[in-house]
Every structure is written in structure tokens, then in C-alpha cells.
């Protein structure tokens, strides 16, 4: 199949991987070793063309904060599996929290660490929750007719070989009741040209949606700076082997953290095909404490951009993954915040509607005050 992209194929570069920050010759050597350090604790990873996109004469440039150590991560706060992913952990590499999706962690790597991840843990040492062997993740997902949904992530599955990636499709495509099977990727920002030389890529995913299987790459585009030409075309090569896109980002300070930014990332990524499916609030993971932006600003960002954005585009919602469930944020008024049980743990909370005394300090919805008992919806 034939792409359209803006360099020939023949020759688009490998990418260069840098290891350190004190790799990168933009770093002044001052503060490279301070940024080895922080890169010692939480895994650094960036490579030329994502580092590319950054403007070296800011200092606050959002693509370097985005990527680049801060020694802010080294502050004591945080926690290491801040939405409680060991509770739902069905068998190694398999998390089953909500009924009809499995979610499987593929890799314990991503093309390029983003510095605000939730899931940092996976890329420490002694890391035993992603899959090696998918044999006992898709004989519980087979022995599971209520799962329907399978959610590639890690980590990140597009760093693995497209023979690797193919074999863990394959398994879980040949269960009769899986009916979808998504991709949550970075990759799509970090390294577009991963999409653009692959045709056994696009031939996997034409086979498997061939064969009457959804298949979804969530990618995760945070600014709309991200979204050159390559990433655009990455995306376009995707879509036209048969899958759907869409777009998912958390709320991160200092890099997206702007309505007008905000409402251009919604209004793009609607027009390239790739809707923005969730805005999450940031998690208090460790070493986040720097990228977190509260909770009742966040809304705030979000509220605003929305209300820029055609119908299309505002299908988006705000929600916190917590480890009780999805919890959408509704809205806020002078005293109140208004949220929802988006997706559940427990079925009796499902679309139960809450509402908190607002805190313009908190972070979290466990920071929060819940005034009333839960509403169900019925
Ligand atoms: S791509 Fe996803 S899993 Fe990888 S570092 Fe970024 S947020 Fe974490």
C-alpha cells in the first residue's frame, strides 16, 4: 500500500536514542549530571526527532519539559501505583478492571519516557507486571466471554518488533468474543517514522480488522506542536490500514496546561480523525508533584477549550482513572465540584453522580470531601 508522506520512505532516518540527558549537547554540562541523577531514579529515554521538535532557547519550552528530567521529580510525593493497578492484575501482564476490557501491558518500554507517566514504576528494576509469555493472559481472556475489549499498553506495544506485535494480536484476535482490540501508543509522537516504514504494520492491522476486529490506536498527542507533518502522515497510514484513531492526554503543567493550547489540540486532532477521546487529570504518581495541575483548574482548562471547539470536538471528557473507577469531572461552581462514575470497579457505582466541597488545592478525588451520599442513575 502506497503512503503519502512528506520525506520518501528510502529516506526517512533511523532515530538516534539517547540514554542521558548529559547525552544530548543541548544540555548545558552544568546541569547534566543533576539531570543523570534525576534520569538514575525515573528511566530517561528521548531520541533526535523528538528532541527536534524542541525550542532550546526556552527554558520553559513545554516539548522539553515534556521529555527532559526535572529535578523537581526527586521531591518526596507521590505514590508509586497511585491508582492501585496490583489490585486488578488477573494473571501476569493482565489487568481486569472493568468487565468487558482486559488490559495488557506489553513492554516495559516506551520509544521516549514521558516525564509525568503514572506508570514509572514498570521501568524500574524488579518490574514483574508485564508479559513475557501471553499464553496465561489470553487463556483468561478466552475463559472471559464477558471481555470484548483488549487494550494493548504498557510501556508502549509499538516499540515491539511488528512480529512480536502481530504474535500478541493474533492470540487474543483468534478468542471469538473479543470484538475490539486497541493500541495505546506514544509512539505516533515520540517516532512517527516506526508507522511510515512499516508495511507489515499496516498488513497486521488490515488483517485483523479484514477479519471483523475493531481495531483502535489510542494515541497520546499532548501538544499540537507534536503533530508535524510526519506525525500527521504516521497517523494517515494508520487509518488508512483500517484503524480507527483517536486522541488521549492528561492535563500537564507547563505543558499543556493552556485553554487556546488545549482547544487547538481538540480542534486538530478532530480534524485529522483522531478525536480527543479523554483529558485526564494528572495522577499524584510519584515524582509527579511538578506536572500535576490541580484539580479544579484543570476543569477550568478544560471547560474553556471545549467551549472554543465545534460539536465535534467536545465530545471530549475530564476524567480522573481512580483506582475506585473512571470518575468524570461534570463541572464546578462557586462551592461545588461535580463528578461521575464514568466506568466503575464495583457495578453499583456505575454512572453514580457525587458531589464534593470545592478545593481549589486539591489534586485528586481522594483530596476531596464528598457532601452528599452517591446518586444513582437509573
Ligand atoms: S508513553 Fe505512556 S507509558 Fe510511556 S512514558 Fe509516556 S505516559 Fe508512560
Redesign the pocket.
Known amino acids: 500500500m502506497p503512503i503519502s508522506s512528506p520525506q520518501p520512505v528510502s529516506k526517512m532516518p533511523m532515530v538516534r536514542d539517547f540514554r542521558k540527558p548529559s547525552q544530548i549537547s543541548e544540555i548545558p554540562t552544568e546541569t547534566a549530571s543533576t539531570l543523570d541523577a534525576v534520569a538514575e531514579r525515573f528511566a530517561f529515554r528521548a531520541n533526535d526527532y523528538y528532541l527536534g521538535l524542541i525550542d532550546w532557547n526556552d527554558p520553559a519550552d513545554p516539548i522539553r519539559r515534556l521529555v527532559i528530567p526535572d529535578v523537581a521529580e526527586l521531591n518526596a510525593w507521590g505514590e508509586l501505583d497511585v491508582s492501585d493497578e496490583a489490585a486488578y492484575r488477573a494473571v501476569r501482564g493482565l489487568q481486569h478492571k472493568y468487565r468487558d476490557t482486559a488490559l495488557v501491558l506489553t513492554a516495559a518500554t516506551?520509544?521516549?519516557?514521558?516525564r509525568?507517566?503514572?506508570?514509572?514504576r514498570?521501568f524500574m528494576r524488579h518490574n514483574d507486571e508485564t508479559a513475557q509469555d501471553f499464553g496465561p493472559a489470553s487463556v483468561y481472556v478466552a475463559q472471559h466471554p464477558e471481555i470484548t475489549d483488549v487494550l494493548l499498553s504498557?510501556?508502549?506495544p509499538l516499540v515491539l518488533s511488528t512480529a512480536r506485535l502481530a504474535a500478541i494480536v493474533r492470540r487474543f484476535d483468534r478468542i471469538p468474543h473479543v470484538r475490539t482490540i486497541r493500541i495505546?501508543?506514544?509512539v505516533p509522537a515520540?517516532n512517527p517514522y516506526r508507522l511510515l516504514r512499516d508495511e507489515a504494520l499496516w498488513d497486521l492491522v488490515a488483517q485483523v480488522t479484514g477479519r471483523g476486529t475493531t481495531v483502535y490506536l489510542m494515541a497520546?498527542f499532548d501538544h499540537p506542536r507534536e503533530l508535524t507533518d510526519m506525525a500527521r502522515a504516521g497517523i494517515r497510514a494508520m487509518q488508512r490500514a483500517g484503524a480507527h484513531v483517536v486522541n488521549q492526554c492528561p492535563i500537564v503543567r507547563g505543558v499543556n496546561d493552556d485553554a487556546e493550547l488545549l482547544a487547538e489540540l481538540f480542534e486538530t486532532t478532530t480534524e485529522l480523525g483522531m478525536p480527543q477521546y479523554y483529558v485526564f487529570q494528572g495522577r499524584p504518581a510519584i515524582g509527579n508533584e511538578s506536572y500535576v495541575v490541580p484539580l479544579v483548574r484543570g476543569w477550568r482548562l478544560f471547560d474553556a477549550a471545549r467551549r472554543r471547539c465545534s460539536g465535534l470536538s467536545r465530545r471530549v471528557r475530564f476524567a480522573m482513572s481512580h483506582a475506585s473507577g473512571k470518575i468524570e469531572v461534570l463541572g464546578v461552581d462557586d462551592q461545588h465540584i461535580y463528578l461521575r462514575y464514568h466506568r466503575a470497579r464495583n457495578a453499583a457505582d456505575e454512572s453514580r453522580i457525587m458531589v464534593a466541597r470545592r478545593d481549589d488545592h486539591a489534586n485528586w478525588f481522594d483530596d476531596l470531601e464528598l457532601l452528599e451520599p452517591p446518586v444513582p442513575i437509573v
Not at 516506551?110 to 514521558?114: G, L, R
Open positions: 516506551c520509544a521516549a519516557y514521558c509525568y507517566c503514572f506508570r514509572k514498570l504498557g510501556g508502549d495505546g501508543s506514544k515520540f497520546h
